[in-house]
């Protein structure tokens, strides 16, 4: 299986991120690419796709904030990441607003994910990383693996957060709809519902989206990945949700695998993008399933077992000691 990576993604790293009333250590830190590569080992650099592939997935605005917000908060004498501190919930007008804090609350759904000087910079790679490993497998390769960092299943056409700034899976979902694939599903395996993500795609037939995640009573996002979220207008039927109560042991798990694959074969995709997250492992310190290192094989053997074209994009997984074979694990799966 090719791996790709590029070390440009190591220059996001944010100093810490807000919840609980408080600054804590960054869970999704650059330590956790030194855990996967001393398990994996990547044989493939991304070459440079460009803007074009972003911006058929967010907006032109969005892009040129993210790229411009850290030097825009230099500019108003702050030091440090940026964050914001002002929410748009009522009525979110385009207001054009130039002052940074407006942009922020603008353009953000949460705390945890501030925007450092390198945060540009390793979001355009990470989605280099994800835009190469679907090429391969558009070019006959049965399976590729995208090393990508931050994350991307969080964030919208034009919104951050979760610790997602580009969306890495929707984007190279779109670069396979424009280079003449008429059908991708995404199977979204991380403890977290892939708010972003479903957003994106919530109203297409094209890309359907499946998630098993931690039921959002309960869990971060709260507020999307409820069972009754089925897609809207072309859309409707497209979106599948399987919310798990916490503590889901793999009994639980594989029975929910089982239903997803079962949908995701029905829409006869020709292109399957899987969004994995090893937080699902039973001591990620900011998730509540019960994995175990040993269940990662056999969960990829069953996806494999579809016979699609499969390009595994990294999303989260926190557990540092145990990240690098919850990941190699996975792969060899394949
Ligand atoms: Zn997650």
């Given at each position: 299986?090719?791996?790709?990576?590029?070390?440009?993604?190591?220059?996001h790293a944010?100093?810490?991120?807000?919840?609980?009333?408080?600054?804590?250590?960054?869970?999704?830190?650059?330590?956790?690419?030194?855990?996967?590569?001393?398990?994996?080992?990547?044989?493939?650099?991304?070459?440079?796709?460009?803007?074009?592939?972003?911006l058929?997935?967010?907006?032109?605005?969005?892009?040129?904030?993210?790229r411009?917000?850290?030097?825009?908060?230099?500019?108003?004498?702050?030091?440090?990441?940026?964050?914001?501190?002002?929410?748009?919930?009522?009525?979110?007008?385009?207001?054009?607003?130039?002052?940074?804090?407006?942009?922020?609350?603008?353009?953000?759904?949460?705390?945890?994910?501030?925007?450092?000087?390198?945060?540009?910079?390793?979001?355009?790679?990470?989605?280099?990383?994800?835009?190469?490993?679907?090429?391969a497998?558009?070019?006959?390769?049965?399976?590729?693996?995208?090393l990508?960092?931050?994350?991307?299943?969080?964030?919208?056409?034009?919104?951050?957060?979760?610790y997602s700034?580009?969306?890495?899976?929707?984007?190279?979902?779109?670069?396979?709809?424009?280079?003449?694939?008429?059908?991708?599903?995404?199977?979204?395996?991380?403890?977290?519902?892939?708010?972003?993500?479903?957003d994106?795609?919530?109203?297409?037939?094209?890309?359907?989206?499946?998630?098993?995640h931690?039921?959002?009573?309960?869990?971060?996002?709260?507020?999307?990945?409820?069972?009754?979220?089925?897609?809207?207008d072309?859309?409707?039927?497209?979106?599948?949700?399987?919310?798990?109560?916490?503590?889901?042991?793999?009994?639980?798990y594989?029975?929910?695998?089982?239903?997803?694959?079962?949908?995701?074969?029905?829409?006869?995709?020709?292109?399957?993008?899987?969004?994995?997250?090893?937080?699902?492992?039973?001591?990620?310190?900011?998730?509540?399933?019960?994995?175990?290192?040993?269940?990662?094989?056999?969960?990829?053997?069953?996806?494999?077992?579809?016979?699609?074209?499969?390009?595994?994009?990294?999303?989260?997984?926190?557990?540092?000691?145990?990240?690098?074979?919850?990941?190699?694990?996975?792969?060899?799966?394949?």
């Amino acid at each position: 299986m090719k791996c790709f990576w590029d070390d440009r993604q190591r220059a996001h790293a944010p100093g810490g991120e807000f919840f609980n009333g408080a600054l804590h250590p960054a869970a999704e830190h650059p330590g956790r690419v030194d855990a996967i590569l001393s398990a994996v080992d990547p044989t493939e650099a991304p070459s440079d796709f460009g803007l074009e592939p972003i911006l058929r997935v967010h907006s032109a605005d969005y892009v040129e904030f993210l790229r411009t917000a850290h030097d825009q908060w230099r500019d108003a004498g702050r030091d440090g990441d940026a964050f914001p501190y002002t929410f748009p919930v009522v009525g979110r007008r385009p207001l054009k607003l130039s002052r940074i804090d407006a942009l922020l609350g603008q353009y953000s759904f949460d705390t945890s994910s501030p925007i450092g000087p390198g945060t540009w910079e390793a979001s355009y790679w990470a989605v280099q990383t994800a835009l190469a490993a679907t090429d391969a497998v558009l070019g006959g390769e049965r399976s590729a693996f995208a090393l990508c960092r931050p994350p991307g299943h969080h964030c919208g056409k034009d919104y951050l957060g979760g610790y997602s700034y580009l969306s890495n899976a929707a984007i190279a979902s779109e670069h396979a709809i424009a280079t003449g694939r008429t059908r991708v599903a995404i199977l979204d395996v991380d403890y977290h519902h892939g708010n972003g993500t479903q957003d994106i795609f919530y109203d297409r037939a094209d890309v359907a989206y499946a998630s098993i995640h931690a039921e959002p009573g309960t869990d971060y996002p709260f507020f999307w990945g409820h069972a009754d979220e089925t897609g809207s207008d072309e859309g409707e039927g497209a979106t599948l949700n399987l919310p798990l109560p916490r503590g889901t042991d793999w009994s639980g798990y594989g029975a929910a695998l089982t239903q997803a694959l079962d949908w995701v074969e029905s829409h006869q995709p020709d292109l399957l993008i899987v969004s994995y997250g090893a937080d699902t492992y039973e001591r990620d310190p900011i998730s509540r399933f019960e994995l175990k290192t040993s269940d990662y094989t056999p969960m990829a053997r069953r996806i494999a077992a579809l016979g699609l074209p499969t390009v595994v994009v990294m999303e989260g997984g926190y557990a540092v000691e145990a990240l690098g074979a919850n990941v190699a694990g996975f792969l060899s799966g394949f």
